[in-house]
């Protein structure tokens, strides 16, 4: 396999075992270079997994992948040389300051002393962290640690950063900021940004592409408006009075519509494909229902994403974006 | 590479030094063990500090001991606080952080025992002026520093071991404690299970080896046993591992 240019990952039926659980499952994906890449998925779907993957931590039982153009298996050194990574935690050292931090990742990475420090002033400045900069991290916030583990994922300028949650158990105010600050960096860094969340609101807004993954199985793959588009079949509400339970169930049994639920006056319906509301209306006013609006809704891209979990919106939803 | 160990020395220094220089969180603690070691001991018991033999064992012991609390915080440590997989996906080898980290401890180690050695032998001078300075022997010094490096060694590469398989630094402490008790009084027991006349016969042998000669052969047998240690805890210490442990 021979990474075509312009791909920054690819991975060819990538499977790992962790004795009999299968957490990666013929994991074929391939992530254009450039771009901000939302890997969805709930807990435990494979995730991190992948991240692991990727970076050579772990070997894959089964397919290959290749990250940058290097092997996983043979160049992983290669690769995390040319890779960021935040992980599932911040991983800072606490006892040390945030120029510490950041010294000592510049040292790993060879990062001469001018060009580590002018580095260091440039990305502490970037994040609003260079006046905290002699404080130990650990008197910190989760969200200034969160934001001081991207500046480190950055720091050596790589062309792929790998960002495991970075916005999970922060706050509405903090995501905001650090959501802001990452599509600023991928902007102005030009770098590849592979990016784990269940959080579909911060997809949505950041990536250009995302892929959603569960139980090991990628599931779907593209922008987030392709997602959305598979879902937007036909999602109609309409607003009306005189709606009975009698007249919901019978819209159910329409063979143009998929799913039909009332409440408070609202009327929701999913029409299958090339369905007409206009009947739909029609029938309606013929059974004494005054119809005061109708619209077609957008699905967004955690209706996308329900749908391929084989959930409807109502179910057990993942974080649908804090802010 | 040596920039790389260099550079994982350098981090743990950092992390050291701030707890040194913290009061609370470490350094008062080794400030009450200098003043014990290196100032009531040796003004207590005078030239004899400086001239008994024991000293080939005492400040080898007291070395590894420091190492062993270090170890563990540095590799049960990371793991506990969750540094250790960020560091494993940085471009630094698996060896690179693991010699990092032993040279970290062992410095420390004999650096601690040999400003309590320097210490002592000013406090000694001072307590007892002589026409002449009372001095180490430097053979015995000597040695005893080759010991002391030897001991410190082997003791990180058991911590490591210990510190692999803990999951917080005090379950690699506890453990740690048990291996020293081991290490310690096991040869001592052993020694008072023999029978009388074999016991006789072992010191009378020793005793026939020579001061000279087992000095030798405490710096090869340590030599070895840390190189294999050492080698076993490199070997011990793959990323794909510890990721997953």
Redesign the interface.
């Known amino acids: 396999m021979i990474t075509p240019p312009g791909y920054a990952i690819r991975a060819d039926q990538l499977t790992c075992d962790f004795g009999p659980v299968r957490a990666l499952d013929s994991l074929s994906l391939e992530v254009p270079s450039g771009i901000v890449f939302g890997f969805l998925g709930p807990n435990g779907a494979g995730k991190t997994t992948a991240i692991r993957a990727f970076l050579g931590l772990i070997d894959p039982s089964a397919g290959r992948a290749e990250v940058l153009g290097f092997d996983t298996r043979r160049e992983a050194t290669t690769i995390r040389t040319r890779c960021g990574a935040l992980l599932e935690h911040p991983g800072l050292y606490e006892r040390l300051t945030a120029k510490a931090n950041l010294d000592f990742y510049g040292r790993a990475w060879h990062i001469p002393r001018p060009v580590r420090q002018d580095r260091i002033r440039e990305l502490l400045t970037r994040f609003g962290l260079w006046d905290r900069r002699d404080d130990p991290v650990g008197r910190w916030s989760r969200g200034m640690k969160q934001k001081l583990a991207v500046a480190r994922a950055v720091l050596h300028r790589p062309a792929l950063v790998f960002l495991d949650e970075p916005t999970s158990g922060l706050d509405p105010v903090a995501t905001v900021g650090l959501r802001e600050d990452l599509a600023a960096l991928a902007a102005q860094e030009g770098v590849t940004v592979f990016l784990t969340t269940h959080n579909l609101n911060e997809a949505e807004r950041l990536c250009a592409q995302v892929g959603v993954i569960r139980g090991g199985k990628l599931l779907a793959v593209g922008s987030p408006e392709s997602l959305r588009a598979r879902r937007d079949s036909g999602r109609v509400r309409i607003a009306a009075r005189g709606l009975t339970e009698e007249l919901v169930v019978s819209l159910r049994a329409w063979p143009d519509i998929q799913s039909a639920a009332a409440d408070d006056g609202q009327l929701s319906l999913a029409l299958r494909n090339g369905a007409n509301v206009a009947p739909i209306v029609a029938w309606l006013v013929q059974h004494d229902v005054e119809v005061e609006e109708v619209v077609k809704t957008r699905a967004t891209l955690e209706d996308a994403f329900l749908d391929l979990m084989g959930l409807d919106a109502a179910g057990p939803a993942l974080g649908r974006g804090d802010a | 590479m040596i ?2 160990i260099w ?1 994982v020395t ?2 743990e220094w ?2 050291f030094r ?2 040194l220089l913290s009061l609370r969180r470490g350094g008062l603690s080794a400030l009450i063990l200098a003043l014990i070691l290196g100032v009531v001991a040796p003004v207590q018991l005078g030239p004899e500090w400086v001239h008994s033999r024991i000293v080939i064992a005492y400040w080898p012991f007291l070395a590894a001991t420091m190492v062993s609390s270090l170890i563990a915080d540095s590799v049960a440590g990371e793991r506990e ?3 250790l ?9 698996d060896s690179a952080i693991l010699i990092g980290k032993i040279i970290a401890a062992v410095l420390y180690g004999v650096g601690f025992a040999v400003a309590n050695m320097l210490i002592g032998l000013v406090a000694v001078n001072i307590a007892y002026r002589e026409s002449a300075p009372i001095l180490f022997a430097p053979q015995r010094f000597a040695v005893t520093i080759i010991l002391t490096i030897l001991a410190s060694l082997l003791m990180a590469g058991i911590g490591v071991f210990i510190s692999l398989r803990a999951s917080t630094v005090k379950q690699a402490q506890q453990a740690f404690g048990i291996a020293i008790i081991v290490i310690t009084m096991g040869p001592l027991l052993l020694f008072n299970a023999l029978a009388p006349e074999m016991r006789e016969s072992l010191v009378r042998r020793i005793a026939d080896v020579g001061e000279s000669r087992m000095e030798t052969y405490a710096v090869g047998m340590l030599f070895v046993t840390s190189a294999i240690v050492i080698g076993a805890a490199l070997a011990r210490f793959k ?2 591992k510890l ?2 442990d």
């Open positions: 920039a790389d550079t350098w981090k950092q992390e701030d707890q606080r969750h540094t997989e960020t560091l494993l996906a940085s471009r630094l080898s990323r794909g990721v997953l």
